[in-house]
């Protein structure tokens, strides 16, 4: 029987996409549909336990640049309902198989490619080769897919007005980012010291330690914060920055009420905790770990960076939107928030789109498969 649907990802393994790939795929395999995960060797997504109705196929090929042939031969043999591919190299990989294994008739498998990143911006920041290149071959080869599939509006406006693709081609679906459990808000507590005790109001930061997500700025912010209300700054994540952030803390005189715990496997667990949660991206396709803070019901404030926040929090609706790398705005919009902290069910609406089935129901839609009530659904 020929599978529902293929996903052809390569990931680092803990990245958006594995994200997208482990809440995705379970949910579908609920419903279902049969789902090839097709696998590229020493990349990701990894998964621990593979749900009912879904194979993992091993394409034979170590790296991206080598795997047409294998596309090729897997989209002939197995001829699947529909693919959907992410990041603009395996985008490419997939254009070319699909109309190579068609030949001269009609394609037999809807093919649907996708991105979540702002393209102008990551273009500006690798360089003119590369933004030269990247803004032909989308504007050329996509139109080849049956849809294009992205996180937010803005990369939608972003993508059509930088490479030209037509805006009809790009649809901009949810992403699964938070189960239905999560809004119920039943945590355990974590085994760290800060979440165990009552004491100053506990701001949180999510993310890699990278400049992208800009965490220097939420430190400055958070030193002027602590001139008006006593505070902790927790961080979660780890990354190449760890030392020169933990050095700015210390010449700011905030080292002893700052931690960085690393990577920890569950933070929601840690945000369930928090008083504020702190989003300080330059750069975003999306917007994750605010969706899941919001999710949990936790108030938040966020850099109004391309593309995702804005649309999470719906203009300021739901949180305040400060410009990028601006410290004092951050710590302005921090304190306003901490002294009139909206309600918890009001904030969880904004995470509302992005829970795992709602946002799986969209999907199905845009990758054309037909439709299928969720498990247990009447």
């Known amino acids: 029987m020929n599978p529902d649907l293929a996903i052809f990802f390569a990931t680092s393994g803990h990245s958006g996409v594995d994200r997208l790939a482990h809440n995705l795929v379970p949910a579908l395999a609920r419903r279902g ?71 001269l008739k009609a394609p037999d498998t809807y093919l649907a490619v996708g991105t979540g990143t702002t393209l102008s911006i990551d273009c500006a920041e690798r360089g003119w080769w590369h933004a030269l290149k990247t803004r032909f071959s989308t504007g050329q080869l996509y139109p080849l897919a049956d849809n294009v599939i992205v996180t937010s509006r803005g990369v939608a406006e972003d993508m059509a007005a930088y490479t030209g693709l037509d805006r009809n081609l790009i649809e901009v679906v949810p ?33 890699e330690l990278s400049g992208r997500k800009d965490f220097a700025t939420l430190i400055r912010a958070f030193a002027l914060l602590r001139r008006e ?5 927790m961080i979660l994540g780890r990354g190449k920055d760890r030392d020169r952030l933990l050095a700015l803390a210390g010449e700011l005189g905030v080292a002893d009420h700052l931690a960085l715990p690393g990577f920890v496997p569950n933070p929601l667990d840690y945000l369930a905790r928090a008083s504020l949660f702190a989003f300080t991206s330059t750069l975003e ?21 391309p593309s995702g926040p804005r649309e999470i929090l719906q203009d300021g609706k739901y949180g305040p939107l400060v410009p990028v790398g601006d410290h004092q705005a951050l710590a302005a919009a921090m304190l306003a928030t901490l002294r009139h902290p909206l309600p918890r069910a009001f904030l969880q609406a904004a995470a509302r789109p992005y829970e795992i089935e709602r946002a799986t129901s969209a999907y199905i839609k845009a990758l054309a498969l037909p439709s299928r009530r969720p498990a247990g659904e009447c």
């Open 33 to 103: 549909y049969g789902v090839d995960v097709l696998q590229v060797r020493g990349h990701g997504p990894h998964f621990t336990q593979v749900p009912p109705g879904v194979r993992l196929i091993d394409l034979g090929t170590a790296h991206t640049y080598t795997s047409p042939p294998a596309l090729i031969r897997y989209l002939r043999q197995e001829r699947p309902r529909s693919l959907y591919c992410d990041k603009d190299r395996l985008n490419h990989t997939a254009i070319l198989a699909r109309a190579l294994a068609q030949g």
């Open 175 to 207: 992403c699964p980012v938070v189960a239905a459990e999560v809004f119920a808000g039943d945590f355990p507590v974590p085994d760290h010291p800060w979440c165990q005790e009552d004491g100053p109001a506990l701001i949180m930061g999510l993310g």
């Open 229 to 233: 209300v006593p505070a902790r700054l």
């Open 285 to 305: 396709g999306l917007g994750f770990a605010l969706i899941e803070a919001l999710a949990v019901g936790v108030p938040a404030v966020s850099t109004n960076c």
